[in-house]
């Protein structure tokens, strides 16, 4: 088990949901980048505290949405100057770092968090019903499994000579891709809807967990020092 294994284990799923919740707001309201930029930074820490990233590995994993934030404040540029309209031009790189802020947190809450721990606080702290965690755990469970049967037809498809060939491949044989894919997530529903029944999940208001999910010493220093950082460069910017 590597390093970042161990941090997603440890790591409470409510400490990054807040401070998603609180980036997207301070985000949203910003209309200049200088706060969405601060962001971004502090998002490059953080993953030096929750995960085992170096800091240009964390930048190479962000490329893509590097490249399609500026590429999008470019369009918005470009659009701008051949309508004759006026251009706010902080606010147009702002829109831009926005979408790199969102990836940026939203790598970070992938990299570290537990699904299983995700789910529980969603049930723990959010009300969800234990048979839609469960559902939910069970469907996240079963995407790597989907993604190797359909890879398994296709392989089964190409050896009988069944289907389209070229670039319109992909699209013209989905319908032969689909029926295969449902049948066998509704056999799989279907065990699994048993399975819960079984266990009598919905049956009692409580239920007893085999790992309990709370703050730690660490979670809420963690939290704290997210909170502290975001809202005091917020206030340094705007106040």
Same mark, same amino acid.
């Given at each position: 088990?590597?390093?970042?294994?161990?941090?997603?284990?440890?790591?409470?799923?409510?400490?990054?949901?807040?401070?998603?919740?609180?980036?997207?707001?301070?985000? +949203? &309201? *910003?209309?200049?980048?200088?706060?969405? /930029?601060?962001?971004?930074?502090?998002? @490059? $820490?953080?993953?030096?505290? =929750?995960?085992?990233?170096?800091?240009?590995?964390?930048?190479?994993?962000?490329?893509?949405?590097?490249?399609?934030?500026?590429?999008?404040?470019?369009?918005?540029?470009?659009?701008?100057?051949?309508?004759?309209? +006026? &251009? *706010?031009?902080?606010?147009?790189?702002? /829109?831009?770092?926005?979408?790199?802020? @969102? $990836?940026?947190?939203?790598? =970070?809450?992938?990299?570290?968090?537990?699904?299983?721990?995700?789910?529980?606080?969603?049930?723990?702290?959010?009300?969800?019903?234990?048979?839609?965690?469960?559902?939910?755990?069970?469907?996240?469970?079963?995407?790597?499994?989907?993604?190797?049967?359909?890879?398994?037809?296709?392989?089964?498809?190409?050896?009988?000579?069944?289907?389209?060939?070229?670039?319109?491949?992909?699209?013209?044989?989905?319908?032969?891709?689909?029926?295969?894919?449902?049948?066998?997530?509704?056999?799989?529903?279907?065990?699994?809807?048993?399975?819960?029944?079984?266990?009598?999940?919905?049956?009692?208001?409580?239920?007893?967990?085999?790992?309990?999910?709370?703050?730690?010493?660490?979670?809420?220093?963690?939290?704290?020092?997210?909170?502290?950082?975001?809202?005091?460069?917020?206030?340094?910017?705007?106040?």
């Amino acid at each position: 088990m590597n390093p970042s294994e161990d941090t997603r284990e440890e790591l409470n799923p409510l400490v990054l949901i807040i401070t998603m919740i609180v980036v997207t707001i301070g985000i +949203s &309201l *910003d209309k200049r980048p200088f706060y969405t /930029l601060a962001m971004i930074v502090w998002s @490059i $820490a953080l993953s030096q505290i =929750v995960t085992s990233y170096s800091p240009v590995r964390f930048l190479w994993k962000l490329r893509y949405p590097f490249l399609i934030g500026f590429l999008y404040s470019v369009f918005i540029i470009i659009g701008k100057k051949l309508g004759n309209h +006026s &251009l *706010d031009m902080e606010f147009t790189i702002a /829109l831009g770092l926005r979408f790199i802020a @969102i $990836a940026a947190y939203s790598f =970070v809450f992938i990299e570290t968090i537990n699904p299983k721990l995700l789910v529980m606080s969603f049930i723990k702290y959010f009300k969800m019903t234990d048979a839609m965690g469960f559902a939910f755990l069970s469907a996240y469970r079963f995407f790597p499994t989907f993604r190797h049967e359909l890879q398994q037809i296709k392989f089964s498809h190409a050896v009988r000579g069944i289907g389209a060939k070229g670039i319109t491949a992909p699209i013209v044989n989905l319908k032969n891709y689909t029926i295969p894919i449902l049948v066998s997530a509704i056999r799989r529903g279907i065990r699994i809807s048993i399975a819960m029944e079984n266990r009598a999940f919905g049956k009692y208001e409580t239920r007893v967990y085999y790992d309990e999910l709370t703050m730690t010493k660490r979670d809420k220093r963690l939290l704290a020092t997210n909170l502290l950082v975001l809202l005091g460069c917020f206030v340094l910017f705007y106040f």
